[in-house]
């Protein structure tokens, strides 16, 4: 079994100060999550990270949340050590009622949050492209293309190099990255696999991209994240990251089923409904992810329509 | 005509199903009979208030004294009593919720999909526009022209106006529990799912226009409140010696200025969506609903500091009064402010990185959005600059202010985590942002607004609230805080999708129970609040601060009696410092009988506000259900006071400068007669509001 390499190719120096910083932010970051350690409910997210996409995004959420233990340490440590040092009864302490500047002071309240902005600017550049939701994975092995089709309340996956579909059901070979492409034809929805990577909103008439791959066989639970009427909490989906023979099985077994995805099937599939049981179809209409985004894309028809204005 | 075409005409498309009794009658679930007891909840509360008015014989004074008058006091009051009321339904919604969806762990639990995606919609629609922008105007309304020696806010009759329009829309969502139903939409009501293709009910037209209604209130306030800080300022009174609740309370102003009206012209263009078959935000046509997401977030993201920046003012207030000392960093805390101001228009596009464009865009705006992080910071770190060498009292606003400090630190940090976008993209749209905003907003909004109702209150009724209750609604309000809400940050890196009815992963189940406990602490917090609103009116002889400075304050507010007279100052008062009030007690020269009196003139009452408020309701129920004859007299309804306004010259009433003398020789004799009280004493019954001064140098 291969597992997909993780998409950064920085130099190898970089590479290794990089990954001994995200190790330490790792153990400092666990430090913090340690009591809600034996929860099982982090392992249903991006902490229980089981592809590439997730997992650099936990080593960037642990580093964030380590530089942060030095933003929010000060305030919670001085806030009541203030508030109970200066109170009424203790007479003790200074009281001066017009004081209410101080320069060095103001350059310690002023200066360290914005270095910290700056050093957590560099991270956020850095990572906001290395993780770019459009940038393929690296990988010795192409990148499998599936279209998403958001419906109310369900997913289609349409693979176009194999010719078949499926509903509710994402399949691909544990070892090739994934390449998706997405589009709605209801209303706008957020497609999200937590286990192996970000959402990407799935819109009308418009193509989105989303690049993911997992590190080895498994099943995992994708969902949409966006509110789409009454169905919404039922439309989750099962991911399945197969052996290769597990995923030429999966494709035969969609063949020989012998369902045909064509117009009309299709758009019993679009009515609003929720779909309880994967379904899998052994053959697609041609084209029929360019359709159902040129339905709602005035572009698309204008490109490919007769030309009017000529 | 037919029978059916009279009835199209006379009612557009209210039929008897619009009334959730029947709707419970025909089909009695669990979750028709929630609903059908929320709308008799709605209908025996207003019989009830008609019958008490009745009863009491208060329908005149309520008109007479409250909802005609144009004092910039009485119309903040109404403001705060509405976000009161509207506080309650939301809250008992958000309890509705969280039990349903700790329930509904592989169960259906006890509110259907359809029910609960109402609950979250009017949840939120209210918590923002009928909630906190009601409860903030109304404390910058009771307080800003107190603050700079004012008498009235620049437009007292826009004041009334704006009151009304809000109240209107506010009326418009409680109509919607007993008359139809309401959007499922959310609070930010995205198209196409709230267009006429996917909704076709009256949901999405009581949000529209209740939101309009309010947007308009909002942008009149605005308008209204800058004006009179620029305008009404005492002599002296410069721009850098305002209290910094004055500094929030502009910024506040121009940002309703120019936020809101991008949320009129989005609703606008929906409706003109769902009414006339326009494409702005369609599927098909050429319609693209990102251009409303745009426009919407242009408005909801300084939406956000519109919230925030008023409660910044209270703490800066409360933390300095509270301390005996003066605020920590005025400049930098007003400079902070306004650049909080401007920065909040460039991180709109934060709240949707999941779009699908470019990683620059993406990294820009969110290099942006962290930079609000450093004057926000520099905010925290004034107030507890501000505890140093003070003497702090533990009053109950004081530890409200405490709460906010450490609880919004804990916000700050995931909304950094947020704003880099490869984080967002893993818990966007999860019950870790619902987490995050309810972390900014329950301390960052609620806390101050309550803070502020305790501080200001004294002041406002002539006698202190409880200590005791104010204590016990702090601890459940912090400790259901930390409860409902640290659990949802957990959910939602464990991939829990918001807004769900229903759950399936058993792993949530522990994490949701222990948030449903917290909803009920807060719950229990608003019901702490209620019960000392009761037992300190019931109490008030006791508590009364008749000279008006229970808390050896700083500002212009204090040095008038408790509660103030109609006209507030006596003679316009002459400012030559920053806290002009701690420095006049300094000098001894608080509580002087000015050289002379002059004949005061005030607005008069006037009927405009709450007609065009009324009308304006009334437009918009006609319009949801297409009732054609309703929208147009409703509409006329708007126009014609305000028209018939413009002719009535004899708007001011002269309090003579008898009157006056008389009013002030009796607070005035009040102040000399009574005991200076030292701040060990402030919270008992000897404290008539007038301060022993500080020793001003304890040594160390």
């Not at chain 1, 041609?286 to 709602?296: D, E, T, V, Y």
């Not at chain 2, 129970?513 to 209620?530: E, H, K, N, W």
Request: include cysteine; charged fraction near 15%.
């Amino acid at each position: 079994m291969l597992e997909a390499t993780p998409a950064h190719a920085l130099p190898v120096r970089a590479a290794r100060r990089n990954r001994s910083l995200r190790r330490l932010a790792s153990g400092l970051g666990l430090v913090a999550l340690l009591p809600l350690g034996g929860c099982g409910v982090l392992d249903h997210g991006m902490l229980g990270a089981a592809g590439p996409v997730a997992d650099q995004t936990r080593g960037l959420f642990l580093l964030v949340c380590a530089i942060l233990i030095f933003v929010a340490a000060p305030v919670l440590l001085l806030t009541p050590i203030f508030a109970w040092h200066y109170r009424l009864s203790n007479t003790k302490s200074a009281y001066r009622p017009q004081w209410g500047f101080n320069w060095p002071l103001e350059g310690l309240i002023w200066i360290p949050p914005t270095i910290i902005v700056i050093v957590l600017a560099v991270f956020l550049w850095r990572d906001t492209h290395a993780l770019d939701p459009y940038k393929p994975l690296a990988s010795s092995h192409p990148p499998i293309e599936v279209q998403v089709v958001a419906l109310d309340w369900k997913w289609l996956f349409i693979y176009p190099h194999e010719g078949v579909a499926s509903v509710n059901e994402l399949a691909f070979p544990a070892d090739r990255p994934v390449r998706l492409s997405l589009t709605s034809d209801t209303v706008m929805q957020s497609f999200f696999v937590p286990r192996l990577a970000g959402q990407i909103y799935a819109m009308a008439g418009m193509t989105t991209q989303l690049n993911l791959a997992a590190d080895a066989p498994g099943r995992f639970r994708g969902e949409n994240t966006q509110f789409n009427g009454v169905g919404f909490q039922n439309q989750k989906f099962a991911v399945l990251a197969q052996s290769n023979d597990d995923h030429a099985a999966w494709i035969a077994r969609a063949r020989a089923g012998g369902r045909t995805l064509d117009p009309a099937a299709y758009a019993t599939l679009a009515a609003r409904s929720v779909q309880p049981e994967p379904v899998l179809f052994g053959s697609v209409a041609p084209n029929l992810f360019r359709s159902i985004l040129a339905r709602n894309d005035p572009g698309l028809h204008a490109a490919h329509g007769h030309h009017a204005h000529e | 005509m037919n029978e059916d075409g009279h009835w199209l005409t006379l009612l557009g498309r209210l039929d008897l199903h619009a009334f959730p009794f029947v709707r419970a009658w025909e089909d009695p679930t669990v979750s028709e009979l929630i609903g059908a007891f929320a709308g008799a909840l709605v209908v025996v509360g207003a019989v009830g208030l008609v019958a008490l008015l009745t009863w009491k014989r208060w329908w005149r004074p309520l008109f007479r004294d409250w909802l005609t008058s144009l004092d910039h006091k009485k119309i903040g009051i109404m403001y705060v009593v509405l976000a009161g009321v509207m506080l309650s339904r939301a809250l008992v919604e958000a309890v509705l919720m969280r039990a349903q969806q700790s329930l509904a762990v592989d169960a259906p639990g006890i509110v259907a999909p359809e029910h609960f995606a109402q609950l979250f919609s009017t949840h939120g629609t209210i918590m923002i526009f009928f909630m906190a922008m009601p409860f903030l105007t109304g404390l910058i309304n009771y307080v800003v022209p107190l603050q700079i020696g004012a008498r009235d806010v620049a437009f007292p009759l826009l004041n009334s106006i704006s009151l009304m329009l809000t109240g209107g829309g506010a009326g418009l969502v409680m109509l919607s529990l007993a008359v139809g139903e309401f959007s499922t939409g959310g609070w930010s009501g995205y198209p196409p799912y709230t267009g006429k293709a996917f909704q076709p009910g009256v949901g999405p037209d009581y949000w529209i226009w209740a939101v309009t209604l309010a947007s308009l209130g909002t942008t009149l306030s605005g308008i209204n409140i800058a004006a009179t800080i620029y305008k009404k300022r005492c002599p002296g009174l410069h721009l850098t010696r305002m209290p910094l609740f004055c500094w929030t309370a502009l910024c506040t102003a121009i940002l309703m200025i120019f936020a809101t009206p991008p949320l009129t012209v989005a609703t606008a263009l929906l409706a003109l969506d769902r009414y006339l078959d326009f494409h702005f935000f369609t599927n098909d046509l050429g319609g693209n609903m990102m251009n409303y997401v745009n426009l919407f977030w242009l408005f909801g993201h300084p939406e956000v500091y519109i919230l925030i920046l008023p409660a910044f003012g209270v703490f800066s207030e409360v933390i300095s009064a509270f301390s005996s000392k003066e605020l920590y960093g005025y400049k930098s805390l007003a400079t902070a402010t306004m650049a909080i101001g401007v920065l909040s228009f460039t991180v709109w596009l934060h709240h949707f990185f999941t779009m699908g464009q470019s990683a620059s865009v993406n990294a820009a705006f969110g290099i942006a959005t962290m930079t609000i992080s450093i004057p926000t910071g520099v905010k925290i770190y004034n107030w507890i600059w501000t505890m140093f060498r003070g003497e702090v009292r533990f009053t109950a606003p004081m530890l409200f202010a405490l709460a906010f400090i450490v609880t919004f630190v804990l916000g700050g940090l995931t909304g950094i985590m947020l704003a880099i976008p490869p984080i967002d993209y893993v818990v966007h749209n999860t019950v870790f942002l619902v987490a995050h905003f309810h972390n900014m907003l329950i301390p960052g909004l609620l806390y101050g607004m309550i803070a502020g109702y305790m501080y200001w209150f004294p002041k406002a009724f002539g006698f202190r609230l409880s200590e005791g209750w104010g204590k016990v609604a702090f601890a459940c309000w912090v400790s259901g805080f930390y409860l409902a809400f640290m659990p949802l940050y957990v959910l939602g890196l464990g991939g829990m999708a918001r807004r769900s009815q229903a759950l399936f992963e058993p792993d949530y189940r522990p994490w949701l129970i222990v948030a449903a406990c917290g909803a009920v602490l807060l719950l229990s917090g608003l019901v702490s609040l209620f019960m000392q609103l009761f037992v300190s009116v019931r109490d008030r002889d006791a508590n009364r601060v008749p000279v008006g400075d229970p808390w050896d304050a700083r500002g212009l507010e204090w040095s008038v009696a408790a509660p103030p007279p109609e006209y507030n100052f006596a003679t316009i008062p002459r400012v030559d410092r920053l806290d002009p009030f701690y420095w006049r007690k300094e000098r001894g020269e608080a509580y002087r009988r000015p050289a002379r009196y002059a004949d005061i003139v005030m607005p008069k009452n006037s009927w405009v506000g709450l007609l065009v408020g009324f009308a304006a309701a009334a437009c918009a129920f006609g319009l949801v259900w297409h009732i054609g004859w309703l929208s147009l007299l409703g509409f006329l309804g708007i126009w014609i006071p305000v028209v018939a306004r413009s002719f009535v010259r004899d708007v001011h009433r002269t309090i003579p400068a008898a009157e006056v003398e008389a009013t002030e020789r009796l607070w005035l004799e009040r102040a000399h007669a009574a005991r200076p009280v030292p701040r060990e004493r402030e919270t008992e019954p000897d404290n008539l509001g007038l301060a022993r001064p500080f020793p001003a140098q304890v040594t160390a």
